[in-house]
């Protein structure tokens, strides 16, 4: 139901920015289409001296714009001026107005930058991602999971994941970063952050220097393979730039130490891990709470059976068999593991299935 009225209201939107970008195609089409018969029917007097209805001089009008009259010729200098005039204004107008206007709304799917530019417009704190390969696509999924407003450019029409962008209906800008037409078409002006993910350094610095040039309190996020650059770019650029290996290097240490630990990210100086506990020695019957002020462990999912417990309360007793996701810094995640008799990583077997110290593998 929510998505439903969150894609009525972009509709809605959408609607009133084509609204505002053809307003004098509308403005001309009312003039054309009201004032025109308005005149015909106060003006025109036929051969026998009869009137004519709107309805007759709306007919006459709509017939005009393909250069076939319906009324018989008369000799009035404003019914003239009417019939030379109207056939090329109208025929301007349906051609570059109603045309275009009709196509950009009913045909939006194309994701031409047309239509990107005119989607944007109703977008004010949106975030922009730069880079359709499997960085940026994951960025995009994460941040629609918390419901954000994102155009993504991309300069390659055959990236990995256009298609998948294209199916999910994210407004997709096929267009070279380095254009400077480009960012205003994403309405960066209006942007709350910009997310440059593309898979070269310098074409993701020049991003943020247009980007901040254009906005200069949007927030940037930069992708660098370059750790040392990064850190330059971070202290003088005032930006979150993130080196791929810095960031994969201690998941990748900690699980050739230890294939239990889940997820790992630096907090200051604090290594942070998370990891599942299945309650087995120690941990049943002490409480959430008890965990996390003896050995710091913030437990985050608490799984029993069936059910899967987000956040639990810190009255919570733990039972045999239940299935905690816990969050911890790396000393206080080796202290609650050698309480829970389970001090050493497991050993893989010859079936590459894990064999937990103290304990004998089943099977």
């Known amino acids: 139901m929510g998505g439903s009225r969150r894609h009525l209201r972009a509709n809605l939107r ?11 195609t509308l403005v001309l089409g009312l003039a054309l289409f009201g004032g025109g018969p308005l005149l015909f ?25 393909y250069g076939q009259p319906s009324l018989p010729y008369v000799h009035d200098w404003v019914i003239e001026l009417l019939n030379v005039v109207i056939p090329p204004v109208g025929i301007a107008l349906v051609a570059d107005g109603v045309v275009r206007f009709a196509y950009l709304f009913f045909a939006r799917h194309k994701n031409d930058k047309e239509w990107i530019e005119v989607v944007t417009e109703t977008m004010k704190g949106h975030v922009v991602v730069c880079g359709a390969g499997r960085v940026g696509y994951r960025v995009v999924t994460q941040l629609r999971e918390m419901g954000k407003d994102i155009v993504v450019v991309e300069k390659r029409e055959d990236a990995a994941f256009v298609s998948a962008l294209r199916d999910e209906r994210v407004p997709l800008l096929i267009d070279d970063t380095r254009s400077p037409l480009c960012l205003p078409r994403t309405n960066v002006k209006h942007a709350s952050a910009i997310v440059c993910a593309t898979d070269d350094d310098l074409a993701n610095l020049n991003i943020a220097l247009d980007a901040r040039k254009l906005n200069p309190s949007i927030r940037v996020v930069i992708r660098l393979f370059d750790e040392d650059l990064s850190g330059k770019v971070r202290d003088t650029f005032k930006a979150e730039a993130l080196s791929s290996s810095s960031l994969a290097a201690p998941a990748m240490a900690l699980a050739a130490l230890d294939p239990r630990i889940v997820h790992s990210f630096h907090l200051g100086k604090h290594l942070m891990v998370v990891s599942l506990f299945e309650a087995r020695e120690g941990l049943p019957g002490m409480s959430i709470s008890e965990v996390r002020d003896k050995f710091g462990g913030l437990a985050l999912v608490l799984q029993r059976g069936t059910d899967e417990q987000l956040h639990p309360v810190g009255e919570e007793v733990i039972r045999p068999g239940d299935v905690l996701t816990i969050q911890a810094s790396y000393q206080e995640y080796c202290r609650l593991r050698a309480h829970a008799g389970e001090a050493e990583p497991p050993i893989w077997s010859h079936q590459d299935l894990p064999v937990w110290p103290g304990h004998r593998q089943v099977g």
């Open 14 to 24: 959408y609607l009133r920015a084509l609204v505002r970008r053809f307003r004098t």
């Open 41 to 65: 029917d106060w003006r025109y007097v036929g051969p026998a001296g009869e009137r004519i209805s709107f309805g007759e001089a709306l007919h006459h009008v709509y017939f005009l714009l």
